[in-house]
């Protein structure tokens, strides 16, 4: 594997979701010329009263044969570098150091429901997120166009927003997106003047970077999620971008919400503030 080259990582078990995840992935990668690599978990989570069985290596034979005549099809299909790695393992351990040394720089995944909630293959995607620090675009349905062309950004009260900045920046720049921000309408003095300061370090940030973006209101005494998704709907969004503790909120916790349109969840890393990318 080139040690320089980037990957956009699709977590895969050979399902129509992870067929339609794929799809998302191969626009990202093409923009960057990224490859993609395909990533086989098989899943032992070990409990207090439970061990789980391992599968054999015949079994795991058989399933990288499968994962690498996929990849060859892909390949050839699309003309782009596809590898597949297959792990066994607790997926909350082993996960993050997969995509550490796939040296990958944005994963890709199908959104799936589970007892009314979100799920990564039975375990808590929050705490994936947390440990892997890199993005990941959550989707349902196939990309509406070629490559991401809008994309929007619920803005935050909370401080912790500002991290979403150097996402926000990257994509800008390497997948040439139009970025529309989007502002609750509020009343409350303290909120305001927060959210105020959260503007205005956005604005900063995106203008020394020369990136072009608008500015839209939510209308008033509407639930700011209604608003967002409103919006999106309205300019034909390709991503909306939101942090992870806005993704527990308004997603993890929607026994019946569905994804018209990816979400791009962004994990906790200050230091993309700073640099205005990611290494």
Excluded at 131 to 155: D, G, R
């Amino acid at each position: 594997m080139d040690a320089g080259k980037k990957y956009v990582v699709v977590p895969w078990d050979f399902s129509p979701e992870t067929e339609i995840a794929l799809k998302h992935a191969l626009k990202l990668a093409a923009v960057m010329g990224n490859g993609i690599m395909l990533l086989h978990t098989i899943h032992l989570k070990k409990t207090l009263f439970f061990k789980p069985k391992k599968v054999s290596e015949e079994e795991k034979g058989k399933l990288f044969k499968k994962l690498e005549e996929r990849a060859a099809e892909i390949a050839e299909e699309n003309r782009l570098e596809v590898k597949v790695r297959l792990v066994e393992g607790d997926i909350r351990k082993i996960f993050p150091v997969e995509l550490k040394r796939a040296n990958a720089n944005l994963v890709v995944m199908p959104f799936r429901q589970k007892f009314g909630k979100f799920c990564f293959q039975g375990t808590d995607f929050m705490n994936i997120l947390k440990a892997s620090i890199m993005p990941f675009i959550v989707v349902q349905t196939p990309p509406k166009h070629e490559y991401y062309k809008e994309l929007v950004v619920p803005i935050e009260i909370d401080r912790k927003y500002k991290e979403t900045i150097g996402w926000i920046i990257y994509l800008a720049h390497y997948y040439k997106c139009n970025i529309n921000l989007f502002k609750p309408f509020i009343n409350e003095s303290f909120a305001k003047k927060d959210m105020a300061n959260n503007i205005y370090f956005t604005k900063k940030m995106l203008d020394k970077q020369g990136i072009v973006y608008g500015i839209k209101t939510a209308k008033k005494g509407q639930p700011f999620k209604k608003e967002v998704f409103r919006f999106a709907e309205l300019i034909d969004a390709d991503v909306v971008v939101m942090m992870a503790k806005r993704f527990r909120k308004w997603i993890d916790k929607d026994k019946e919400i569905k994804l018209e349109i990816p979400i791009l969840v962004v994990p906790p890393r200050t230091d993309l503030i700073k640099y205005g990318s990611f290494s």
